[in-house]
């Protein structure tokens, strides 16, 4: 497994993490998916 794939399955599964909160109508999940998206983009901005 390359570097992009191991990035893009630990990017699924912080996700994963994060979905299951958002069934708890958890404040905290919206502040987490803000900021992995946050992140996504920063990286995707970047060359791995």
């Known amino acids: 497994m390359g570097p992009v794939?191991?990035?893009?399955?630990?990017?699924?599964?912080?996700?994963?993490?994060?979905?299951?909160?958002?069934?708890?109508?958890?404040?905290?999940a919206a502040a987490l998916y803000e900021a992995f998206l946050a992140g996504c983009y920063v990286k995707a901005g970047r060359r791995l």
């Open 5 to 28: 794939s191991r990035f893009v399955c630990e990017l699924e599964k912080i996700a994963a993490v994060i979905a299951k909160l958002i069934g708890t109508g958890s404040a905290r």
